[in-house]
């Protein structure tokens, strides 16, 4: 069996294929575009100056992680004071940042753990030994592959071309779908 993390804009699913099928499947309403929120949400309530998506976006690129990492930067950060309406620029450090994210990073582990826990207990060596797959944007974010490692306590292996993975996949699924038809949902058989 393999398990495969997908960490989308919107939505976080989990799953574990074995035999051409889907054994355990979680998913929840928390992505990437979560993590932006929490941080403007932060620096907002924080800071006192509001900031647009994609300069959450570029925070989180730059300085964030769901673990500390070996570089510590921080960051600076142009907005709008919420007083004065004025521009605004504040110091950002990733330590802020990842309490920022807390809440979505421990959402999106407790549903890999759940998609685990489901799992028929005679995959779990398979997991072990081949690990889970870590695909979609949400997975680049620094620190959570380890975060997720050490909390299941299985191995997490990044996919080489997570932002391409998904429509990889369902290219390859297209291309051989004869071989395939009956993973699919509402196949006919």
């Not at 685990?116 to 690990?131: C, H, I, N, Y």
């Given at each position: 069996g393999n398990m495969v993390i997908d960490i989308g804009g919107g939505t976080s699913e989990t799953a574990v294929i074995s035999l051409g099928g889907i054994v355990a499947l979680e998913a929840v309403r928390v992505g990437s575009f979560?993590?932006?929120?929490?941080?403007?949400?932060y620096v907002r309530r924080e800071h006192?100056?509001?900031?647009?998506?994609?300069?959450?976006?570029?925070?989180?690129?730059?300085?964030?992680?769901a673990a500390p990492t070996d570089d510590?930067?921080?960051?600076?950060?142009r907005g709008r004071d919420l007083m004065t309406g004025l521009p605004k620029t504040v110091i950002?450090?990733?330590?802020?940042?990842r309490f920022a994210i807390e809440d979505v990073v421990s959402s999106i582990i407790a549903s890999v753990v759940r998609c685990l826990a489901k799992a028929p207990p005679e995959l779990a060596q398979d997991f072990l030994v081949r690990g889970m797959y870590l695909v979609g944007g949400?997975?680049?974010l620094r620190g959570l592959a380890q975060r997720i490692e050490r909390e299941t306590q299985v191995p997490v292996k990044m996919s080489n071309m997570p932002l391409e993975a998904v429509v990889l996949g369902a290219g390859?699924?297209?291309?051989?779908?004869?071989?395939?038809?009956?993973?699919?949902?509402?196949?006919?058989?």
């Amino acid at each position: 069996g393999n398990m495969v993390i997908d960490i989308g804009g919107g939505t976080s699913e989990t799953a574990v294929i074995s035999l051409g099928g889907i054994v355990a499947l979680e998913a929840v309403r928390v992505g990437s575009f979560d993590v932006d929120a929490s941080i403007q949400a932060y620096v907002r309530r924080e800071h006192g100056i509001a900031i647009g998506e994609r300069t959450a976006e570029e925070v989180k690129m730059a300085i964030g992680s769901a673990a500390p990492t070996d570089d510590e930067s921080q960051a600076e950060v142009r907005g709008r004071d919420l007083m004065t309406g004025l521009p605004k620029t504040v110091i950002l450090t990733p330590e802020e940042i990842r309490f920022a994210i807390e809440d979505v990073v421990s959402s999106i582990i407790a549903s890999v753990v759940r998609c685990l826990a489901k799992a028929p207990p005679e995959l779990a060596q398979d997991f072990l030994v081949r690990g889970m797959y870590l695909v979609g944007g949400g997975g680049l974010l620094r620190g959570l592959a380890q975060r997720i490692e050490r909390e299941t306590q299985v191995p997490v292996k990044m996919s080489n071309m997570p932002l391409e993975a998904v429509v990889l996949g369902a290219g390859h699924c297209i291309e051989h779908y004869d071989a395939l038809k009956n993973m699919f949902m509402g196949a006919r058989r």
